[in-house]
């Protein structure tokens, strides 16, 4: 009987895991659900040993048991990032984990990094200009405010690759997540910089690098005990959440396109040799030999559960069948969906949301509506953006739950003119773990694929023209309200900030990367 593999990812607001064959058919799946920590204002946290840790190890018990006796050839964890979390020499964390660009700590740190290292260099050598999304800055940052912390300091981590070393005793990074480690990763050379590593970070050692699928070590005895895998369990190197779920879905080929549909919107094309091209991130692949482009909205599905808390938490089918009668354009409502800041392409953590056209006449299936579309005007932006940087997407993967939300992903193929193919499998990131486990560990060739396409989402050439028309609106609406929202950002803050936190899958929505970056101004 064939051996099986599992596949774990740590996400902002839960963690997921499957059991799988070698072919991909799933056994057993399970999720846990958590929170980010919001201690201070630009602060977002997670409790390493509490979640990353914890999660894995719940996690990989339930699915041991659906195991029955079947043995397991492979684990393979995924997680949020780029985080950072500090260890002693016995890998136990200093403090909370630092999360990637919703964490925007570290602003003072870009613009000194910046103008020390040069922002062509570091666009050259890192892949991208520095931004809250970068590890970099917030390193020194705490080299820098927690001088005690980094006295003790011995090993750093993302989330993954520490899971790796509480599993293995391995200190290791795979290449994607650390090509998202600027400026400490020279993406040519495809190895630290060592020279910017030892300005930044002085003597602290770094960890080896791998590619995400490589077999870095094996279960010890004490993690297989804590998670009831077997000892001696081949382990990968892991990697970042988004570029696994790419994986999942076969985005591997040069002009492959995921679109994630869920909380945010996130965008991951593969390509080789792809020259750094903002404000779009290029970094490693999962697989040797390939880059990606990537970017991300700040706020997507999280204003549709807006919308339904608003209007006292109809059912959201309820509002997706009002939205889908009403007519294309929203009979003229327009709305900006920047209500935390806004990350690719404006890169502005002070943009606000706004609704353009509003009248008497509109009811909440036109506001659901146009909430679907002005996302929708947002991924035009950012697919426009990938075709200059690296040529027109040859063939797009739409994933994650918003693709099963009404009519969202039918008015993202007409605003934008694309097809989209749904597959059959959106678990996600966890499932492209248990790819990776399958190939990592010798069950399945490395070119195998899961994916198995059920759907097709082509565009409506009719409702071309009347989004062709509001496009054009949605991109001088940006620059022309800017100054205007930005003085009510600073009332905001002034009073307590934008609001409470709002969570989507138990995830608070919080501002999104663009600390130290210039926003765009619509040209």
């Known amino acids: 009987m064939a051996a099986l593999v599992v596949g774990v990812d740590v996400g902002t607001g839960s963690s997921k895991g499957v059991l799988t064959t070698p072919d991909g058919v799933v056994l057993a799946r399970t999720s846990r659900r958590h929170q980010m920590s919001l201690p201070r204002p630009g602060h977002a946290e997670m409790d390493a040993e509490a979640i990353w840790w914890g999660d894995v190890v719940s996690i990989c018990r339930e699915l041991a048991l659906h195991a029955r006796g079947r043995s397991i050839a492979g684990l393979c964890v995924s997680g949020i990032g780029p985080c950072v979390l500090v260890t002693d020499g016995d890998l136990v964390p200093l403090r909370p984990g630092i999360l990637y660009g919703i964490d925007t700590r570290a602003s003072a740190e870009i613009d000194e990094l910046t103008e020390r290292f040069g922002a062509e260099a570091i666009l050259a050598r890192a892949g991208c200009e520095l ?31 520490y899971v790796v070393a509480r599993l293995t005793g391995e200190y290791v990074l795979d290449h994607h997540t650390a090509s998202q480690c600027a400026p400490l990763y020279d993406l040519p050379a495809r190895d630290w910089a060592t020279d910017w590593v030892e300005e930044t970070l002085g003597d602290l050692e770094m960890p080896r690098l791998a590619w995400p699928g490589e077999v870095v070590g094996t279960l010890r005895a004490s993690a297989a005990d804590s998670t009831g895998l077997p000892a001696g369990t081949p382990v990968m190197a892991g990697t970042v959440d988004a570029w696994a779920e790419a994986f999942s879905c076969g985005v591997r080929q040069p002009g492959d396109l995921m679109l994630m549909y869920g909380s945010t919107m996130f965008f991951v094309q593969t390509g080789r040799d792809l020259k750094p091209c903002p404000p779009m991130w290029t970094t490693m692949s999962v697989e040797p030999g390939m880059m990606t482009f990537a970017g991300g909205m700040g706020t997507s599905g999280s204003l549709l559960s807006w919308v339904q808390e608003l209007t006292g938490n109809v059912d959201i089918a309820t509002l997706a069948e009002e939205a889908a009668r009403t007519p294309p354009g929203s009979e003229g409502l327009l709305l900006l969906p920047y209500f935390a800041g806004e990350r690719t392409p404006i890169f502005d953590p002070h943009a606000r949301g706004v609704v353009a056209g509003l ?63 749904v597959p059959e499998q959106t678990i996600g990131a966890s499932y492209g773990d248990a790819l990776l486990a399958a190939i990592g560990s010798g069950l399945v060739p490395p070119d195998t694929d899961w994916t198995r396409i059920v759907g097709e989402v082509v565009p409506n050439p009719e409702n071309r023209a009347i989004y062709d028309e509001l496009f054009e609106a949605f991109t001088t609406l940006y620059p022309t309200t800017r100054d205007h929202v930005h003085q009510l950002a600073e009332m905001q803050e002034a009073v307590g900030g934008p609001g409470p936190p709002r969570t989507v899958d138990g995830a608070p929505q919080h501002l999104p990367p663009g600390a130290g970056r210039r926003p765009w101004d619509g040209t």
């Open 131 to 161: 931004s809250s999304q970068a590890v970099g800055p917030k390193l020194l940052w705490l080299r820098r405010h927690e001088p005690e912390v980094w006295a003790r300091t011995r090993r750093w981590f993302g989330s993954s690759s």
């Open 359 to 421: 009248s008497l006449r509109h009811r909440r299936g036109h506001l659901y509506r146009a909430i679907y579309e002005g996302i929708a005007y947002g991924v035009r932006q950012i697919l426009e953006l990938l075709e200059e940087a690296g040529g027109p997407a040859s063939r797009v993967v739409a994933v994650g739950g918003g693709t099963r939300s009404g009519p969202w992903t039918q008015i993202v193929s007409d605003v934008s003119g694309i097809s989209q193919l």
